[in-house]
C-alpha cells in the first residue's frame, strides 16, 4: 500500500501494526475496558496522563460486579494484594497553580503514600514553564494499550446516551455535571508496545532510568478485556507526538505536520470532534482546501463555551478567528455546533442542557481516522506533550470501518443509529446535512455563536499566556507584557528594579484576585490550612512550621486572615495568638525587605523631584499611614508590605503601624477562632451573631487604636 499522509519522521513517529483496533466512545466505555484490562495484567501498568484522581470510579454504564471496590485507588489496591508480582506505575503532570482547584488536593498523599508499596508515583515537572504533560496513556503488561482525550480523573464518566439526568454521573462531593463525550482508542500488537515504550520514555524523563519493554507474548493470552469487539483488525497505526524543546532535547511536532498534511488530502468531507479550536495554521489550511475542492465540506463538532474560569477568558477569541477564517472560505458547506440536549418536562416546560465536547477526533473522508489527546490550539502543536493514533485506510473494510465510526459519532450526538445516519449520507451525499436535520429523542446539532472577541489587553495577555504555540520564555514575556508603566499621563519604561517591582506588584495582584475570583477559593478555607499545621502541634519546632506557612502564604498573596483563623484553631487561642503573631510578622518584615530592597529606587525614577517630598511627609507621619492601611486594608496584606518597603516609611514605624492596627484584630480572631471555624462549615444563628458582635468589637478597637495615633501624630510637630 502507498501511504499517502502517514510519513515516519515527518508526520508521524513510527507506524506499527496492530491485531486489533477499537474505538471507545465516552467514560463508560473506556473505563469499563480498563477495569476489564487490569484485571487480566500479570505483570505491568503504567496509566500516564494530564490528571489521575484516586476518587475516579471505574465503571462502564452499570456499577461492576467482579467483586472489586469501585474506586481507583482502592481497586489498584486490591489489585496488588491478589497479585503481588504486579508493578503499577501513575505519573501525572506536575500541574501548575492555575488548575488546582479542578484537581485532588494533595495527589501524593492519596496515589502514594496510601498506595501498597507496588504501586509507584510520579509528578511529572520535566517540561518547560508554561507547557503540560497532556499525553493520556494506559499500558497493560506491554502488550494492550489506550491512547485519546480521556484521563482516569473525576467528572469524565459518562455513557453514549448523555441524559440530561443520571444518578452515576456525579463528582465525589455528590454534585452531578453535565453530559461529557470523550473519546479512547484500544490498541495491541507492536502499536501497544510502541506506545509502551513512549510511556516508559515519559517515566523515566520524569524519574530518570532507560525504557525496558516486555518480552512479546502471544496476543491470544494478551489483556484485551471481553466484551469490546474491535472495529479494525490486522491493520497499521501511526502514532503522531508533540514533544516541546527542553533541556537541549530538539522539540518534536508531529502532531502539527499531520493536520496539516491529512486536512490538504480531503476531497468531501471532515468530520471534527474537538475541545479547543484556535491554531490559525489549522484554521488556514481548512480554508485553502475548501477553496481548492467546492465539494469538500466540513462539520466541526465543539463545546458550546468553555467551563473553566482561564478556558473563558483564553480560548473564545481564539476560536472566533478560527471560525471566521473557516467560515469565509466554506461559507454554507462548513459547520461549527454543538450537542443540545432537551427533554420535555411534566409541567409542560423544557429542559435543556448541552453536552460538554472532549474528545480529540478527526475523520477525514472514508480514508483516514485520527484519535488523540491534542487540541486544534497553538498550545498542543508545540508546548504541550500529545500523543495521538491515526489509521490510513488500506483496503475496502479499513475504509467501511472509518465510516462506522463517524455515523455512530454523529448519530450519538443527534440521537439517532449510525444506520440511520449512513442512509442519509447515501441519500443525498451531505454531511452538512445530515448534521443540520438528523434530531431525535431532543439531541440534535444547534450553531455555536461566540459573540463578538474581547479585545482587551488583559484577554490578549491571557491568551498569549494560557495557548502559545512554544514553551513560554519568561524573560520575553515580561518584557513585552510590563514594559512601561502609566503614570498621572506620562508612560514610564520599568527596566533592572523597576521591572521586578512591577512584576512582583502584578502578581500580588493576580493571586489576591484569584484567591477570592476563581476555583481556588474553596482552598482558602481555614480547615485546609489547618490540616497543614496539624502535624506539627505539640511538636518543639511548630512555632518555625507557622512562620513558615505565613512566609509561603504572604509569597503567594494569601489570604493572611484565614492562616491567622487556621493557626488559633490548631493551636489553641493563647499559643495561636502567640504564633500567628509571629508569623504575620516573618511574612510582614519579609515582604518589606523585598520592596526595600528593589523598590525604593525604581520609585525615586519613577516619581523624580516628588519622591524626596513624599519621602519627607512619611517620615513625619509614617505611623499614621501605616496603622491606617492595618485598619482599613486598602489592598492586600502582601502588596501593603511590599509598599511600604519601597517607600519612606522607616522600619520602626512599619512594625508598631502594624502591631497596633492588626493586633485587635488578631486578638479577636485567635479568640474566636474555633467559632470562625464553625461557621464557615456549620452556621447556625447563635454562633453567627456572636461572630457577628466579636467583629464589631475588633472594628471598634481598630478605629480607637487609629484615633490615639492620629491624635498624637497631631501633636508631633
Not at 175 to 201: K, N, S, W
Not at 259 to 268: C, K, M, T
Not at 383 to 407: K, M, N, P
Not at 610 to 625: D, N, V
Request: proline share 7%; with cysteine; charged share 20%.
Amino acid at each position: 500500500m502507498t501511504r499517502r499522509i502517514l510519513k515516519p519522521g515527518r508526520t508521524v513517529w513510527r507506524i506499527e501494526h496492530a491485531g486489533r483496533a477499537a474505538v471507545l466512545v465516552d467514560g463508560a466505555a473506556f473505563f469499563a475496558a480498563v477495569r476489564a484490562a487490569f484485571l487480566k495484567a500479570r505483570r505491568s501498568i503504567f496509566i500516564v496522563g494530564w490528571d489521575i484522581d484516586s476518587r475516579t470510579e471505574l465503571q462502564g454504564d452499570d456499577p461492576p460486579d467482579d467483586g472489586h471496590p469501585v474506586n481507583l485507588a482502592a481497586f489498584l489496591t486490591d489489585l496488588v494484594k491478589q497479585r503481588p508480582d504486579l508493578q503499577i506505575h501513575l505519573l501525572l503532570w506536575d500541574y501548575s497553580l492555575l488548575y488546582a482547584h479542578e484537581r485532588e488536593p494533595l495527589p501524593r498523599l492519596s496515589l502514594q503514600w496510601q498506595m501498597p508499596p507496588q504501586v509507584t508515583f510520579c509528578l511529572d515537572s520535566t517540561v518547560p514553564f508554561g507547557s503540560s504533560q497532556h499525553q493520556k496513556l494506559v499500558i497493560v503488561d506491554d502488550a494492550l494499550a489506550f491512547s485519546g482525550g480521556l484521563d482516569l480523573t473525576i467528572r469524565r464518566w459518562d455513557t453514549r446516551r448523555h441524559e440530561i439526568d443520571n444518578a452515576l454521573r456525579v463528582d465525589p462531593a455528590g454534585e452531578p455535571y453535565r453530559p461529557f463525550h470523550d473519546i479512547q482508542m484500544m490498541v495491541d500488537g507492536a502499536a501497544a508496545r510502541a506506545l509502551a515504550l513512549l510511556a516508559r520514555q515519559r517515566w523515566c524523563h520524569a524519574k530518570g532510568g532507560e525504557p525496558a519493554i516486555e518480552p512479546a507474548g502471544n496476543p491470544s493470552d494478551g489483556p484485551w478485556p471481553d466484551g469490546f469487539p474491535p472495529e479494525f483488525t490486522d491493520l497499521e497505526i501511526g502514532i503522531a507526538r508533540t514533544q516541546p524543546r527542553y533541556n537541549g532535547e530538539e522539540g518534536i511536532y508531529e502532531v502539527e505536520a499531520l493536520f496539516l498534511e491529512s486536512i490538504g488530502h480531503a476531497e468531501r468531507s471532515i468530520y471534527i470532534e474537538n475541545q479547543f479550536a484556535t491554531s490559525p495554521r489549522i484554521a488556514v489550511r481548512l480554508a485553502r482546501q475548501l477553496a481548492r475542492r467546492p465539494a469538500l465540506e466540513v462539520v466541526i463538532v465543539a463545546p458550546r463555551s468553555h467551563d473553566s474560569f482561564l478556558e473563558r477568558r483564553t480560548m473564545r477569541n481564539g476560536r472566533i478567528r478560527f471560525w471566521r477564517t473557516v467560515k469565509e472560505a466554506g461559507g454554507d458547506r462548513v459547520r461549527l455546533v454543538y450537542p443540545s440536549v432537551e427533554r420535555p418536562e411534566a409541567e409542560g416546560g423544557v429542559r435543556t442542557t448541552h453536552t460538554m465536547i472532549h474528545s480529540k477526533i478527526m475523520v477525514i473522508d472514508d480514508v483516514f481516522l485520527r484519535v488523540g489527546s491534542a487540541n486544534m490550539n497553538n498550545r498542543s502543536m508545540g508546548a504541550d506533550t500529545e500523543c495521538d493514533l491515526i489509521v490510513e485506510a488500506g483496503s475496502a473494510a479499513e475504509r467501511a470501518a472509518i465510516a462506522r465510526v463517524r455515523d455512530r459519532l454523529l448519530g450519538e450526538h443527534c440521537g439517532v443509529p449510525p444506520e440511520e445516519v449512513a442512509a442519509a449520507l447515501a441519500a443525498h451525499g451531505s454531511l452538512v446535512r445530515a448534521a443540520d436535520t438528523l434530531s431525535a429523542g431532543g439531541h440534535r446539532l444547534r450553531p455555536i455563536d461566540d459573540g463578538v472577541p474581547d479585545r482587551s489587553p488583559l484577554a490578549a495577555l491571557a491568551e498569549r499566556i494560557a495557548d502559545p504555540p512554544r514553551p513560554l520564555r519568561l524573560g520575553r514575556l515580561l518584557g513585552r507584557v510590563l514594559p512601561r508603566l502609566v503614570l498621572h499621563g506620562r508612560q514610564v519604561w520599568l527596566r533592572g528594579p523597576g521591572l521586578v517591582l512591577g512584576l512582583a506588584a502584578l502578581l500580588v495582584v493576580a493571586l489576591t484576585l484569584a484567591w477570592q475570583f476563581t476555583g481556588l477559593s474553596g482552598l482558602a478555607d481555614p480547615a485546609e490550612v489547618g490540616g497543614l499545621l496539624e502535624a506539627s502541634r505539640g511538636a518543639p519546632w511548630a512555632v518555625l512550621v507557622v512562620m513558615a506557612v505565613f512566609l509561603v502564604g504572604g509569597a503567594a498573596a494569601f489570604p493572611v486572615t484565614v492562616m491567622i483563623v487556621a493557626t488559633a484553631a490548631v493551636f489553641g487561642p493563647w499559643w495561636g495568638m502567640l504564633y500567628a503573631a509571629l508569623g504575620v510578622a516573618a511574612s510582614a518584615l519579609a515582604m518589606y525587605g523585598l520592596g526595600a530592597r528593589f523598590g525604593q529606587e525604581a520609585l525615586a525614577g519613577l516619581l523624580g523631584a516628588r519622591w524626596e517630598r513624599l519621602q519627607a511627609s512619611l517620615r513625619r507621619r509614617g505611623l499614621l499611614a501605616m496603622v491606617a492601611v492595618r485598619v482599613v486594608p486598602v489592598a492586600p496584606f502582601t502588596l501593603v508590605n511590599l509598599a511600604a518597603g519601597a517607600s519612606p516609611i522607616r522600619l520602626a514605624d512599619f512594625v508598631l503601624g502594624t502591631l497596633i492596627g492588626m493586633g485587635p484584630g488578631l486578638a479577636v480572631l485567635c479568640l474566636m477562632g474555633d467559632r470562625i471555624v464553625r461557621v464557615f462549615h456549620h452556621p447556625v444563628p447563635g454562633e453567627i451573631a456572636l461572630l457577628a458582635l466579636s467583629v464589631a468589637v475588633w472594628i471598634g478597637l481598630s478605629f480607637a487604636a487609629q484615633a490615639v495615633v492620629a491624635r498624637l501624630g497631631g501633636r508631633t510637630p
